[in-house]
């Protein structure tokens, strides 16, 4: 454990990048081989346009950077957060928690947020508006959602008062679960049974990308599907009943060009279709 932690705190950027570059390169290929739907598109052209919003969301956050640094710095000079707060804990113990708590704050609770406060939910049409989900999805988001779900990931830093060394371990396993959890590919259903009990699998997380509610108001996870059952809103759905998009933008003028795609936060609000 010591070995894997000496890692992540000195982790270069390069690896960082081979992780996300990587993660994507190695979903295109098993997706492309057998996907779950065989889709009628340029598929160049599509990962073209969520590429540039990977693009976009990868200057915010670096540019950034340096207040996660800080507040993780500050946190651990200062003894506060959850982490600091408890009795010494095994380093394996120590490092579950922490992932747990990053990820509650980070990523399940903000997506909540993000679908439960109206111009939040703007932003993040740009996600929902995918008719074509694929591993390119997981970072097709609008840069201005990328700025608040960097101040959730910072507060969740804080609340959990975590080490740059957890942070960075976070953001890896953050990075690869979400190319693997948007990625075109369905699991056999006994493994899907084992392991969405504990992560977000890609049958779990598609249901999200549902185009209608209440579908779209559930499996908000991301790293850790034991959020979604505690909190009430993990749903299940027949791949055969999947559409993906959201109801409000199924215009490929709306949801497939880029400059369409950056306006959709400061246009006309349409209510989602509820379906009973």
């Known amino acids: 454990m010591e070995a894997i932690i000496d890692y992540f705190r000195t982790i270069p950027s390069s690896h960082r990048s081979a992780i996300l570059v990587g993660g994507i390169a190695l979903f295109w290929l098993i997706e492309g081989a057998v996907p779950l739907y065989r889709f009628r598109y340029n598929k160049l052209k599509h990962a073209g346009v969520n590429i540039f919003f990977t693009v976009t969301s990868i200057v915010v956050n670096f540019s950034l950077a340096f207040i996660l640094l800080k507040a993780s710095d500050w946190a651990v000079a200062h003894g506060f957060g959850f982490l600091q707060w408890l009795p010494q804990l095994p380093l394996w113990a120590f490092a579950v928690v922490g992932m747990l708590t990053l990820d509650l704050v980070g990523a399940w609770l903000i997506h909540y947020t993000e679908h439960h406060v109206r111009w939040m939910w703007k932003f993040h049409l740009v996600h929902h508006s995918d008719t074509h989900v694929d591993t390119t999805s997981a970072n097709r988001h609008h840069p201005g959602e990328s700025i608040f779900r960097f101040v959730f990931t910072t507060a969740a830093i804080f609340i959990a008062g975590a080490p ?70 993990f749903s299940t759905l027949d791949p055969d009943k999947l559409v993906y998009g959201i109801d409000t933008h199924m215009n490929p003028e709306e949801n497939a060009q880029i400059q369409n795609l950056l306006k959709i936060p400061f246009g006309n609000y349409r209510p989602p279709t509820v379906v009973k």
Do not use: C, E, K
């Open 164 to 233: 740059m060394w957890l942070v960075f371990m976070y953001q890896a396993f953050s990075v690869a679960l979400s190319q693997f959890n948007h990625a075109n590919i369905m699991l056999p259903r006994w493994l899907d049974n084992i392991l969405s009990w504990v992560i977000v699998t890609p049958n779990m997380h598609h249901v999200h990308h549902h185009y209608v509610l209440p579908y779209t108001d559930t499996n908000f996870g991301n790293i850790f599907s034991i959020w979604d059952r505690l909190f009430g809103t």
